[in-house]
């Protein structure tokens, strides 16, 4: 490309830049670079045109300030997993308890909180143990005008917080609160029931996709909605779980359609405001581990589906997995990226998934840009369930996460470790990915938590290059008969991870990888390991990786940045090579996705560090913000 060319480019690039920022309420001062949604953007690239911190001087950060919580005690609290947003020089945050503090994000010194239960006590359960990955930031765009914080709690409340002073919208909902639970079409009590993941905004509509239960036993519905951001109506809601007469009912067989739970947005919502467009990836029905009693392909469980952002009106869909019975969950939004094809950029949507692919599709028409095929998969499964015959499989990109479990691929750590293994493996059903569930045990791989979880992928604009974290680690389902006379066939034993004698688990290393993979090629650019085991580098045991939840984000500065490690190190790898030019070792792990934003022309990178949830190390309370020295 001519220098000519790429300063076009360059330019053309700041100029969307700059318009962008004007139209979600950010700074245009050129000091200033805001963080604006938990995906960065509203199409959640998760992508930086900073460069201050780059490839040559990451290796000297050091730590701005931290921010503590106070919600650990006794050394046990629960796991953070917010993306900070950052707008004109504040940040906001939530906490393992999901209070909302404001902060000068230049000092870290906190500007005012908001906790939800001032505002009256939980109106339900907790979804999914009332975790909370962000919030939403709006703005009416007019010179002192309205900025709002929207935040939207597990046990099913949406919350209009003036962004100025933590103070309630009264004007919003019922007196600042909206109850989620309200305009549903069928009454769901106390049942799990409200969003985790960070809502979206489009336009001025504030959009939620919701956490609820899985089964076996009744769950609330996963419908996509839309509410107004200054009074709380709802302006549209999407169906899931399509009744008769709608597009995709004819995949229920009989009439299991109804009161159907699961189907749900739980990893949130993307949205591309060029095209009035919003994006969801979609989990699986309830129940997760059995579907006898929803015979067919299940629309729209475990697809990426697009909506008219003002109606709700589905555009298109595709399903990624038919008739879910390992808890395949559409893990995540899908990125609105583009992708340069017969030399001209074309917009896509990139949709990575807990089976270990990456779709790419059209985003008008949704049509695969690289060719899916249906390929056989197994279908023996327990009495009453009639597995789905095929699964669509990308033909490119390649899997970025292992596809078959057996004897041949089991641990290599040590002899006894493999040993042990072998044994337990022997009594399990083995062999490919989507292999049924079963009554003796079936070796699920990926496993529960992905290949991909909520943790996404990043994309670069300026390359085309998309960046995921991916775990390869098997579980084991085993289901169980119920009870006569229960209102359910099955239910299962547990969600049980397949490890060794030491807890490692029992598949072979890589455990944990980040992976860089050419959109516009569908090839591989190059994969590393992430994460490590100190104790067995020791033994002599090479690098193997860990599971990992937290994802990446990636900078014009040539940087991939992420934590997420059972080791609890926070590391930035070069974007180009794979690899790790710093690492910085946290105080709790960062089971998170970083944000990074300049104030006064400083850049910073910022993590929650809270440890505690899935991977079970130490509690944490900090949120840890980063800066050149001298800055």
């Known amino acids: 490309m001519s220098r000519k060319c790429s300063y076009l480019r360059w330019l053309s690039s700041c100029l969307l830049g700059f318009v962008s920022s004007i139209a979600n309420g950010q700074s245009t001062d050129p000091a200033n670079t805001d963080w604006i949604s938990v995906g960065g953007d509203r199409g959640c690239q998760r992508y930086s045109p900073l460069k201050q911190i780059n490839q040559t001087n990451v290796q000297t950060l050091e730590v701005a300030w931290r921010f503590h919580t106070g919600e650990v005690k006794n050394g046990v609290g629960r796991t953070i997993e917010c993306t900070p947003l950052i707008v004109n020089g504040v940040m906001y945050i939530t906490t393992a308890e999901r209070i909302v503090h404001a902060l000068d994000a230049k000092s870290g010194t906190k500007l005012w909180s908001f906790d939800p239960l001032s505002a009256g006590p939980h109106a339900g359960p907790l979804a999914s143990g009332g975790v909370n990955r962000g919030l939403a930031y709006w703005s009416d765009n007019k010179q002192n005008g309205l900025r709002r914080i929207l935040h939207g709690t597990s046990d099913g409340r949406l919350f209009s917080i003036d962004a100025s002073t933590g103070s309630l919208d009264a004007s919003f909902g019922s007196m600042g609160v909206k109850d989620l639970r309200e305009d549903l079409e069928i009454p769901i009590g106390k049942l799990p029931y409200g969003p985790t993941s960070a809502p979206a905004i489009f336009e001025d509509l504030v959009i939620l996709g919701f956490s609820n239960g899985e089964g076996p036993g009744i769950a609330a519905p996963g419908d996509v909605r839309a509410f107004d951001v200054r009074t709380g109506a709802q302006r549209w809601s999407f169906r899931t779980v399509p009744r008769p007469g709608e597009y995709g009912n004819e995949t229920w067989g009989g009439e299991s359609w109804k009161n159907r739970g699961g189907a749900n947005a739980w990893g949130g919502v993307s949205v591309s405001e060029e095209h009035g467009m919003v994006f969801c990836g979609l989990g699986s029905a309830a129940f997760d581990f059995f579907g006898g009693d929803r015979p067919g392909e299940n629309l729209f469980a475990n697809c990426t589906v697009a909506l008219d952002g003002r109606t709700g009106k589905r555009r298109w869909h595709f ?313």
């Open 319 to 631: 399903q990624t997995l038919h008739h879910d019975l390992w808890d395949h969950d559409t893990p995540v939004y899908p990125n609105v990226v583009s992708i340069r094809k017969n030399g001209q950029l074309k917009p896509a949507i990139a949709q990575v998934t807990k089976t270990g692919f990456v779709f790419l599709f059209d985003i008008e028409d949704g049509k695969p840009i690289f060719e899916v095929k249906e390929q056989p998969v197994p279908t023996q499964g327990v009495a009453g369930e009639t597995p789905w015959p095929t699964q669509p499989i990308p033909v490119l990109p390649a899997p970025f996460s292992v596809q078959h479990f057996d004897e041949n691929n089991i641990t290599n750590i040590a002899e006894e470790n493999r040993a042990f293994v072998l044994e337990k493996m022997l009594k399990l059903r083995r062999g490919p990915a989507f292999n049924p569930p079963t009554l003796e045990g079936t070796v699920v791989i990926p496993g529960f938590h992905g290949g991909a979880n909520w943790s996404g992928a990043s994309f670069d604009p300026e390359t085309g290059i998309l960046y995921v974290n991916s775990t390869n680690h098997a579980n084991i389902l085993t289901l169980k008969p119920t009870e006569a006379g229960s209102k359910h066939a099955y239910d299962h034993q547990g969600y049980i991870q397949f490890v060794d004698q030491e807890g490692y688990p029992a598949i072979a290393p890589p455990w944990g990888q980040l992976h860089a993979i050419d959109l516009n090629t569908g090839k591989y650019v190059w994969q590393s390991l992430l994460g490590e085991y100190p104790e067995l580098q020791k033994r002599g045991v090479p690098q193997t990786g860990t599971e990992n939840f937290g994802g990446t984000i990636v900078t014009a500065g040539g940087l991939v940045f992420i934590g997420g490690t059972k080791d609890e190190k926070f590391r930035a790898f070069d974007k180009s090579t794979g690899k790790v030019l710093w690492e910085f070792q946290l105080n709790a792990g960062g089971y998170a996705t970083p944000s990074t934003y300049s104030v006064g022309g400083v850049q910073y990178v910022v993590i929650a560090a809270g440890g505690a949830g899935k991977l079970a190390t130490k509690a944490g309370d900090e949120f840890v913000a980063f800066r050149l020295p001298g800055k």
